[in-house]
């Protein structure tokens, strides 16, 4: 009995030491549950345990808190966008707005090219191109049953991920150089479980040469079996090669002019630029009230015919 004794308390030391240096060296979080239907869910972190070693000392063990996933691996992250940015305007806030967004995605849904791969553009800096973006793939998410991706393509000056209050990191640049799988960097929001992001990354010195790469084409094939519509936020038209390079591989683009910023010239030459079979639209941002015409209000106009 003695020997068996001795053998079984040999054996529990062993595996005390083994979960003792694991802890020291690795310090890895707990793992995910899974549900019934495989999605990971949060796990709340155990208070610390206390593992006696072979000395009779106590060591505190307290694994870090596991992240939120979806059944397909991505994280998931909440939308935390400043009052003062005028996106996602579909809560109510801004009915007009948001009318206006719905009719753009109708116009989306019953364009005879049927996009799913599409890149918004302006022809220069602040005419609101990023804001567009964004509210066209948050519109086009409210529908049931289809699954968006939102692409911060541009990897010299990224706002998407400011603008919707999540981390910028990973992003597009570590997936095109290979740092990390499109599973690490691609985040759905909680707040529009449809709508997913791809933030740009770290910035980078040579964002032109990374779009020019067989990964870059490579990813946007993929993309476009993945989800039902990828719009892809790129720079600005003629000012460096990045936009040209996203456009080659999307299914068309949607020009973003503002009539109060953009200047007139170089309105005309992103028009002619965009070949007439990929140019499905362009959007007048901060559009006013004109003598000869007025935008009547949605809720304004059936009210009247009440």
């Not at 694991?22 to 890895?28: D, P, Y």
């Not at 409210?142 to 990897?155: A, I, M």
């Not at 591989?249 to 109060?260: E, F, K, Q, S």
Request: hydrophobic fraction near 40%; charge should be negative.
């Amino acid at each position: 009995m003695s020997r068996i004794y001795d053998a079984l308390k040999h054996t529990e030391n062993d595996v005390v030491r083994m979960i003792e240096s694991e802890t020291e060296q690795r310090g890895q979080p707990v793992p995910a549950a899974a549900d019934a239907d495989g999605a990971r869910q949060v796990i709340e972190t155990p208070p610390p345990v206390e593992v006696p070693d072979t000395g009779g000392a106590a060591t505190a063990y307290s694994p870090e808190p596991a992240e939120p996933f979806n059944d397909r691996g991505y994280r998931i992250a909440r939308i935390r966008a400043r009052a003062s940015q005028p996106v996602l305007p579909f809560d109510g806030s801004d009915r007009r707005t948001a009318e206006c967004y719905r009719i753009l995605r109708t116009n989306i849904l019953q364009h005879a090219a049927k996009p799913k791969v599409i890149a918004v553009s302006s022809p220069g800096a602040g005419d609101g191109k990023t804001t567009t973006a964004i509210n066209i793939a948050g519109v086009l998410a409210l529908k049931q049953d289809v699954r968006v991706l939102l692409v911060d393509g541009d990897l010299r000056r990224s706002t998407i991920a400011p603008k919707l209050g999540i981390e910028d990191a990973p992003g597009l640049a570590e997936v095109l150089t290979g740092q990390c799988s499109l599973q690490d960097a691609v985040v759905q929001t909680e707040n529009l479980p449809n709508l997913h992001i791809l933030p740009a990354g770290r910035s980078i010195a040579n964002p032109a040469e990374l779009l020019d790469s067989a990964a870059w084409r490579d990813l946007t094939g993929y993309l476009r079996e993945q989800f039902t519509f990828t719009i892809v936020d790129s720079t600005p038209m003629g000012i460096v090669a990045d936009y040209d390079l996203i456009h080659a591989v999307c299914d068309g683009t949607i020009l973003v002019m503002r009539p109060d910023h953009t200047e007139r010239q170089a309105c005309a030459k992103a028009l002619k630029a965009i070949a007439r079979n990929k140019l499905l639209g362009v959007v007048l941002n901060c559009a006013g009230d004109w003598f000869l015409w007025k935008m009547r209000d949605y809720y304004g106009y059936y009210a009247e015919s009440k």
